[in-house]
């Protein structure tokens, strides 16, 4: 599989632009795993005769003619944008999301609209109002959610670097069921602009690639402050993809910490990958240091009042007044309302919105909402207690592999409960990776994930650039 | 009524003068084609996000510190939220339990005489809605999202108020507050200024709060005051026929035409706004540093100016009020004190003249009655070399002209002579012209002295000053006048 | 214990017509949920300051410029229904 590194040489030396998008284009119209919603031919073609003319007037660009396949909830001017959801039928986007304008600016090109769990709301992609994507991998699985589609276009090919949007762990946990890097950056170092928002004090925008090298890349033309994010963090950018040159031997002495309880209830394969992993980094000469983390058994709680409270209000936007989906059957104005909301929104969205409404309801605020806040801010002093002792933290991205489609569908909490590992990450704002670390005994990927301080992405990548020396 | 006691507050909401919104660079001008002034935030399109207007932080604490506020260290924006289709995302961002001023004053006079201060609760920042148009006999409404967005200041007062005159003054005092600083043209015709009222009553001695009545639709000062005179005399008809309970808390609309409201909800329709802390924006830190700096940028407020101008040019507090109306009518006064104009002159000058030329050609005082010429003018009546009345009646036809004072009156020769010498050949003369007057002057009509200083007055052609022709008189006549 | 008229209370609040068949299965899932979410009133958390956003930054502000607008037509063409001027809705009863 060609990397986005290796067409970015190519067209900087005067390979065309077409010839990756054109291979691109027919793998994204041939697709079989649904991960494909919308292909962007004309569009695309544009784009690559484009960077084709700023190469040959002597410009060297990052990603260079390199396709790349963005998530339905990321605006694109000009294209239908729906978050894959009823309610956004038809609309079209007339600005485009800044991190997409980096990546466009540094070369890249747009060639498909990935499928996705509506408004980003699941963990298999199975809550689309496009149909459930198959994990390229076992078309019986689902791929993981709610970046699904973003990871299953990575996995089987189609481009080699995606964009997905993590909440909970919507990048990594698909990463780790696909078998490809996903990476969810500190909260505040990628514009939101133009990401549709489910959680925004949780929401980042990530790449999900092959390589950590490529994911680095694009961190890079992403990253840094957005004067239209008001929660675009201060940090400097500068350096933040860039990789040691020995992976391998950047991790002797790094202090790797693990939680003693992320072995529990992880399925054979898992556990086994993960013990493999601890002993490859003490064998590359890595420290294994116990840390705990005592409330992240309450990160799902808190994570499901806040993200549902926020996701509540957020949805509110989608009313069938100025755009997307209105209902045909309302002689009144609450008529519009109620009925354009319940025939556009999916069952889980319409579920979480509802929670969200009761948590930030008069009454129960205080014990809900601001309660986990403050839980919220405990969970923030775990991690900072644990790098304290540690430099990055290692565990599983996901508990299982890629699970059967229709596995979890009929206990919506049952479904809650996978995003154990990754939901803590969002809520304390720090980076989080999932890399490929082999398989389990059927043949489904394992990811690792690893966790750094906030703000310390390039140490965070560094780390997972030698996970991925380990486990080739 | 005497029995009775009013209990008015009156919330309202100030637009601030600011180039564009509150949370995103569209601009917010009024009067503008429908939906012209939109963008991504402004529609509240998915992916949108706000940020905050730098210049109407810096209004917002000008509008508090004109008004005797205290600005918050720490504050934050809060969402409330609600289903109309003149507010785009859903919710309206404000701020709920952390507003940036708390409490300050207004000072208003009485009609009686005296003063009362009028406390306020607070003042917070927020975004306005757009516009709902409704068609007349149509089957739709119009949404016109132009001003969606506007950056407004709410300010809430205590229910100090008694009446509604009170609340009429209270009202006036605002917007020369306001207006002075530079936060908001305040006009309640623009939209700029809104007002809703909020009455109750209760038996004089009562200290328990009777039910109060929010009154909306309000669109001038005027029917703020008649509204409120409206609520006050249904509420204590119904109290004195013993039918109080049927005042219950609602809101109603003012009709300015029928002049009556009509209820339009009633509390237990009102609406649970799930505020929370908006998590797109940061907190807001208005260090005290910064409140000083703005402060001590910030032009004499028009209460201290009015004091002033009694105390250091021995004005009337009627005259000191009204040139404290506005910042450029006293800047106007001030200007010609520097020009060298006696205060009184210039006083009465201003108000009288200066400010009817510049409202009949609808322009500024300084573009209607160009400052040198107007000093120019007072000078020259102050140095007798004009009479006032004559001046008074040229007054207009002089500024029409564009010409400086002196040139335009010598040419209409009406400059007042002072030769002494001339004087008294000219009275010599109307005394001999006028015998039968003088006779009547010698045997005690001392009232007919003046048809001699009209005569006077008449062959000199007006060029002496009225009191040196009647002293004249009296001097050559041997009589006291 | 989530009540039927709880969740259509809700509803109301989110704008969701729920039919009689969604308030009750709406209030069963609601309820496993939220007796999920009751376990953070084990936390102690006395003189914990809420925690609002982690990324550390105030006083993001802008200056007072205009920036991009849509251009009229575009905002109209995005509107399920509009006239020549303006967005339309069903005629509304007064506020």
Same mark, same amino acid.
């Given at each position: ?10 067209v ?5 632009a ?5 291979a691109a284009l027919v793998?994204a119209?041939?697709?079989t795993?649904?991960?494909i ?8 073609l544009a784009?690559a005769d ?9 410009e060297q660009?990052p990603?260079?003619g390199?396709?790349?396949a ?8 000009g294209?239908?944008v ?5 309610i956004l039928?038809?609309y079209i986007?007339p600005y485009t ?8 600016a540094?070369?890249?090109i747009?060639?498909?609209t990935?499928?996705m769990?509506?408004f980003?709301?699941?963990?298999s992609?199975e809550?689309?109002a496009?149909?459930p994507?198959?994990n390229p991998?076992?078309?019986t699985?689902i791929p993981?959610?709610?970046s ?9 090919g189609?481009?080699p670097?995606?964009l997905?949007s /993590?909440?909970g ?10 078998g ?6 500190s909260?505040?170092?990628v ?6 928002a489910y959680?925004s004090s949780l /929401?980042q925008?990530?790449p999900l690639?092959?390589t950590?090298?490529d994911?680095a890349?694009?961190l890079q033309?992403?990253?840094?402050k /957005?004067?239209?994010d008001?929660?675009s963090a201060?940090?400097d950018?500068?350096?933040i ?8 031997a950047?991790l002797k002495?790094l202090r790797?910490g693990y939680v003693a309880?992320?072995e529990?209830g ?7 990958r ?5 002993e490859?980094l003490?064998?590359?000469?890595a420290?294994l240091?116990p840390v705990t983390?005592?409330?992240?058994r309450?990160?799902i ?8 409270g926020?996701?509540?209000s957020n ?5 069938g007044?100025?755009y ?6 309302a002689?009144?104005?609450?008529e ?5 909301r319940?025939?556009g929104?999916?069952?889980e ?7 969200g ?6 009454g129960?605020y205080?014990?809900y ?5 403050q839980v919220?801010r ?5 991690y900072a207690?644990a790098?304290?002792?540690c ?11 890629a ?5 979890k569908t009929?206990?919506p909490?049952?479904?809650y409960?996978s995003?154990?590992f ?6 304390a ?5 999932s ?5 389990d005994e059927q043949g489904l990927?394992v990811g690792?994930q690893?966790?750094?301080?906030i703000?310390n ?5 560094a ?5 991925e020396?380990l486990?080739l | 009524m005497?029995?009775?006691?009013a209990v008015?507050g009156?919330?309202?909401h100030c637009?601030?003068?600011t180039?564009?919104?509150?949370f995103?660079?569209?601009t917010?001008?009024f ?5 012209s002034?939109v963008d991504?935030?402004t529609?509240?399109?998915?992916g949108?996000?706000p940020?905050?207007?730098g ?5 917002a604490?000008r509008a508090a510190l004109s008004l005797?506020?205290? $600005?918050?260290?720490h504050s ?7 289903f109309?289709p003149?507010?785009?995302k859903?919710?309206q961002?404000s701020q709920f339990d952390?507003p940036y ?8 006079e ?19 809605a757009?516009?709902?148009?409704h068609?007349?006999?149509?089957k739709?409404s119009e949404?016109d999202?132009n001003r969606?967005g506007?950056?407004l200041?709410?300010?809430v007062?205590?229910p ?9 003054a209270y009202?006036v005092?605002l917007?020369r507050?306001?207006k ?6 305040c006009e309640m015709?623009?939209g700029?200024?809104r007002?809703?009222a909020?009455?109750?009553i209760?038996?004089v001695g009562?200290a ?5 009545c929010?009154?909306?639709n309000?669109n001038?000062?005027?029917a ?5 005179e ?8 119904l109290?004195k ?10 809101t ?5 035409d029928l002049?009556?409201?009509k ?8 609406a649970?706004y799930?505020y ?13 540093a910064r ?9 004499e407020?028009?209460?201290i100016?009015?004091?002033?101008f009694?105390?250091q040019?021995?004005?009337e ?5 009204e ?8 800047d106007?006064?001030e200007?010609?004190?520097a020009?060298?104009?006696p205060?009184k002159?210039?006083?009465?000058w ?5 400010i009817?030329?510049? &409202? ?5 005082l300084?573009?209607?009655a160009?400052?040198p010429?107007m ?5 020259l009546?102050a140095n007798?070399k004009v009479?006032?009345v004559?001046?008074?009646a040229?007054c ?6 564009g010409q400086?004072?002196e040139a335009y ?6 400059i007042?002579v002072?030769?002494?010498?001339a ?5 010599a003369?109307?005394i001999?012209?006028e015998?039968k007057?003088?006779?009547?002057i ?5 009232s007919a002295?003046?048809?001699?200083v ?6 000199s052609g007006?060029k002496? &000053?009225? &009191?040196d022709?009647?002293?004249e008189l009296?001097k050559?006549l041997? $009589?006291?006048l | 214990?989530?009540?039927d008229?709880n969740?259509?209370?809700?509803a ?7 039919d009689?068949a969604?308030v009750s299965?709406?209030?069963g ?5 939220v ?5 953070l009133?084990?936390v102690?958390?006395t003189?914990?300051?809420?925690l609002t956003n982690v990324?550390?930054?105030?006083n993001v ?18 509107a399920?229904a ?6 339309l809705v ?6």
């Amino acid at each position: 599989m060609t990397t986005a590194l290796q067409i970015a040489s190519a067209v900087n030396a005067g390979t065309s632009a077409r010839v990756a998008v054109t291979a691109a284009l027919v793998k994204a119209k041939a697709d079989t795993t649904n991960a494909i919603i919308r292909v962007h031919e004309a569009r695309a073609l544009a784009a690559a005769d484009a960077v084709d003319a700023r190469i040959k007037a002597g410009e060297q660009l990052p990603l260079a003619g390199v396709p790349i396949a963005i998530k339905d909830n990321l605006n694109l001017q000009g294209v239908e944008v729906t978050a894959c959801s009823k309610i956004l039928k038809g609309y079209i986007a007339p600005y485009t999301a800044t991190a997409v304008e980096r990546l466009e600016a540094a070369g890249a090109i747009v060639v498909a609209t990935t499928n996705m769990d509506e408004f980003a709301m699941g963990s298999s992609n199975e809550n689309s109002a496009y149909g459930p994507v198959k994990n390229p991998v076992d078309p019986t699985r689902i791929p993981g959610g709610s970046s699904g589609g973003s990871a299953a276009a990575v996995a089987a090919g189609i481009v080699p670097l995606a964009l997905g949007s /993590d909440t909970g762990g919507s990048i990594r946990q698909p990463a780790s069921l696909c078998g490809v890097v996903g990476l969810k950056p500190s909260y505040g170092t990628v514009s939101r602009y133009g990401l549709i928002a489910y959680g925004s004090s949780l /929401d980042q925008i990530g790449p999900l690639s092959t390589t950590v090298a490529d994911t680095a890349v694009a961190l890079q033309v992403m990253a840094g402050k /957005d004067p239209r994010d008001s929660t675009s963090a201060d940090r400097d950018a500068t350096g933040i993809g860039s990789l040691p040159a020995d992976a391998r031997a950047a991790l002797k002495g790094l202090r790797v910490g693990y939680v003693a309880a992320h072995e529990e209830g992880l399925a054979p394969g898992v556990r086994a990958r993960l013990t493999a992993a601890k002993e490859a980094l003490t064998a590359a000469g890595a420290v294994l240091v116990p840390v705990t983390l005592p409330h992240e058994r309450f990160a799902i709680a808190v994570y499901y009042i806040l993200a549902t409270g926020e996701a509540s209000s957020n949805l509110s936007r989608f009313d069938g007044i100025r755009y997307g989906h209105r209902t045909d059957s309302a002689t009144t104005l609450s008529e519009v309302y109620g009925k354009s909301r319940v025939e556009g929104f999916g069952a889980e969205v319409q579920r979480r919105i509802m929670l969200g409404t009761y948590v930030l309801s008069t009454g129960y605020y205080d014990a809900y909402y601001k309660k986990a806040q403050q839980v919220r801010r405990k969970i923030c002093d775990d991690y900072a207690n644990a790098f304290a002792s540690c430099d990055v933290l290692l565990g599983p991205a996901s508990p299982t592999t890629a699970f059967k489609v229709g596995e979890k569908t009929s206990d919506p909490l049952q479904m809650y409960l996978s995003d154990i590992f990754t939901i803590a990450t969002n809520l304390a704002g720090v980076p989080g990776i999932s890399v490929p670390f082999g398989t389990d005994e059927q043949g489904l990927p394992v990811g690792m994930q690893l966790q750094a301080p906030i703000g310390n992405d390039q140490r965070l990548l560094a780390a997972a650039a030698g996970i991925e020396a380990l486990a080739l | 009524m005497s029995e009775y006691e009013a209990v008015i507050g009156l919330e309202v909401h100030c637009q601030l003068a600011t180039r564009t919104k509150m949370f995103t660079g569209a601009t917010c001008d009024f009067g503008r084609e429908p939906n012209s002034q939109v963008d991504v935030v402004t529609l509240g399109l998915p992916g949108a996000l706000p940020v905050v207007n730098g210049q109407a932080v810096e209004l917002a604490v000008r509008a508090a510190l004109s008004l005797n506020g205290t $600005v918050a260290e720490h504050s934050k924006f809060d969402r409330k939220h609600y289903f109309y289709p003149d507010l785009p995302k859903g919710y309206q961002i404000s701020q709920f339990d952390e507003p940036y001023c708390t409490g300050g004053s207004i000072t208003i006079e009485l009609e009686g005489g005296g003063t009362k201060v009028i406390r306020l609760t607070r003042i917070h920042m927020e975004e306005d809605a757009g516009k709902l148009i409704h068609q007349d006999g149509g089957k739709w409404s119009e949404v016109d999202l132009n001003r969606a967005g506007t950056p407004l200041i709410e300010i809430v007062s205590d229910p100090d108020l008694r009446s509604a005159q009170e609340a009429y003054a209270y009202l006036v005092e605002l917007k020369r507050s306001l207006k002075w600083v530079g936060v908001s043209d305040c006009e309640m015709q623009e939209g700029s200024l809104r007002c809703d009222a909020n009455v109750s009553i209760r038996p004089v001695g009562q200290a328990k709060f009777g039910t109060r009545c929010e009154i909306k639709n309000l669109n001038s000062f005027r029917a703020v005051e008649a509204a409120i005179e409206h609520e006050i005399r249904q509420q204590v008809a119904l109290h004195k026929a013993g039918r109080y309970h049927e005042v219950v808390q609602c809101t109603k609309l003012w009709d300015p035409d029928l002049k009556t409201t009509k209820v339009m909800r009633t509390k237990e329709n009102a609406a649970d706004y799930r505020y929370f802390p908006d998590p797109d924006l940061p907190a807001l830190v208005i260090p005290a540093a910064r409140v000083e700096a703005i402060r001590s940028a910030m032009p004499e407020l028009p209460q201290i100016r009015e004091a002033r101008f009694q105390s250091q040019y021995a004005l009337e507090r009627a005259a000191a009020k009204e040139l404290t109306a506005e910042s450029p009518i006293a800047d106007y006064f001030e200007a010609l004190i520097a020009a060298g104009c006696p205060a009184k002159l210039a006083a009465n000058w201003t108000r009288e003249e200066a400010i009817r030329l510049a &409202n009949d050609q609808h322009k500024p005082l300084t573009v209607a009655a160009p400052l040198p010429i107007m000093a120019e003018l007072i000078l020259l009546v102050a140095n007798n070399k004009v009479a006032r009345v004559v001046a008074k009646a040229e007054c207009s036809e002089l500024f029409a002209s564009g010409q400086k004072p002196e040139a335009y009156f010598t040419a209409k020769d009406q400059i007042q002579v002072q030769d002494t010498a001339a004087l008294a050949a000219l009275v010599a003369q109307a005394i001999a012209q006028e015998a039968k007057v003088v006779e009547d002057i010698r045997s005690g009509k001392l009232s007919a002295a003046g048809r001699l200083v009209g005569v006077s007055m008449k062959l000199s052609g007006g060029k002496f &000053n009225p &009191n040196d022709v009647k002293a004249e008189l009296a001097k050559q006549l041997g $009589v006291a006048l | 214990m989530i009540t039927d008229d709880n969740v259509r209370h809700l509803a109301k609040l989110a704008s969701l017509t729920l039919d009689a068949a969604a308030v009750s299965r709406m209030r069963g899932e609601l309820e496993a949920i939220v007796g999920y979410v009751e376990q953070l009133s084990q936390v102690d958390t006395t003189g914990v300051e809420p925690l609002t956003n982690v990324s550390g930054v105030v006083n993001v502000t802008r200056t007072d410029v205009p920036g991009p607008l849509i251009p009229t037509p575009t905002v109209l063409a995005l509107a399920p229904a509009r006239n020549e001027v303006a967005i339309l809705v069903p005629k509304v009863v007064e506020r």
